[in-house]
């Protein structure tokens, strides 16, 4: 078994801004401090925004950060949503299974029942299990401190710099 790409940058995220918290981390800063394209960030950071994981605002003072308390995020809810389109086994795709087996084969259900055990074992284990008290992480995924200038609205919500 191997995770996909955007499994592991999905968590890349989520410990990033978990380790951040009360700051808005940048998809660039996420990249540069994970090695990761910020194209394919792109688009799990839309995936997770959608899911109500994280919350992302766009422009100059943009970034994202968890929507939720770590200790209410489950690795096993955020991996099974990034790899569910993708089946385990050629027998568990609907749409592509050519095995001439799946009548009579009792594989199927024993791997079926090996990959929930799988996202089972994972639902035990939350956001903030990964991230408090983890120095070594906290030191590759902190952010600097920044300073924002404050952004003023106008009367039709568009943002005016002092």
């Avoid at 955020?78 to 009579?104: M, Q, T, W």
Wanted: charged share 25%.
């Amino acid at each position: 078994m191997r995770l996909t790409i955007r499994t592991n940058l999905a968590m890349r995220v989520l410990m990033t801004c978990a380790v951040n918290p009360g700051y808005s981390i940048t998809k660039a800063e996420i990249a540069e401090k994970c090695n990761a394209s910020k194209n394919h960030l792109g688009q799990v950071i839309r995936q997770l925004a959608h899911l109500g994981y994280i919350r992302a605002m766009r422009g100059r003072n943009g970034g994202m950060y968890l929507a939720r308390p770590a200790e209410e995020i489950r690795v096993g809810s955020v991996f099974r949503v990034f790899e569910s389109d993708l089946p385990f086994a050629e027998c568990f795709d609907k749409k592509e299974n050519n095995c001439p087996l799946i009548g009579s084969c009792w594989l199927r259900p024993a791997l079926k029942k090996a990959v929930e055990a799988f996202y089972n074992s994972l639902d035990d284990i939350c956001l903030a299990d990964l991230v408090d008290g983890n120095r070594e992480l906290e030191t590759l995924l902190n952010m600097p401190e920044r300073k924002f200038a404050p952004v003023m609205c106008d009367g039709r919500g568009q943002a005016v710099m002092n």
